[in-house]
């Protein structure tokens, strides 16, 4: 198992901004793609950003030119720095990751605890 340790969810007003980071808790061998998915209440999970090791971008065309997904390949750290957030952004947001453990391991997916996102006045 590879933990990946999300943060800096909370409560914020529409227009705000907030930054997520999840990080991989243990030495591993490699990470591939990395990225943030969200659910709300009631509906089923969705991309929000991917990010590849060697930079390729992808956004939901919910979220594009608001969020920026970047990543730390020395600290196997990938971030979501989101803008002008709206009360449609509220979720909870997952972080997701393809993790090689070990050189005699496979690359295998692995999902962070979620952190809630909620915007409102």
């Known amino acids: 198992q590879v933990p990946l340790v999300e943060s800096g969810g909370g409560l914020v007003q529409p227009g705000g901004s907030l930054r997520l980071s999840c990080a991989v808790s243990?030495?591993?061998?490699?990470?591939?793609?990395m990225g943030w998915y969200r659910q709300a209440p009631g509906k089923e999970r969705e991309l929000v950003a991917t990010?590849?090791?060697?930079?390729?971008?992808n956004y939901a065309d919910s979220v594009r030119d608001r969020f920026t997904i970047s990543r730390d390949n020395a600290k196997n750290t990938v971030y979501l720095q989101m803008n002008n957030l709206k009360p449609d952004d509220t979720a909870i947001y997952y972080c997701?990751?393809?993790?090689?453990?070990?050189?005699?391991?496979?690359?295998?997916?692995?999902w962070g605890q979620g952190t809630q996102v909620t915007v409102a006045s």
């Open positions: 997701n990751a393809n993790v090689r453990a070990a050189f005699d391991d496979p690359y295998r997916n692995y």
């Open positions: 990010v590849r090791s060697r930079g390729t971008l």
């Open positions: 243990r030495s591993i061998f490699s990470v591939n793609v």
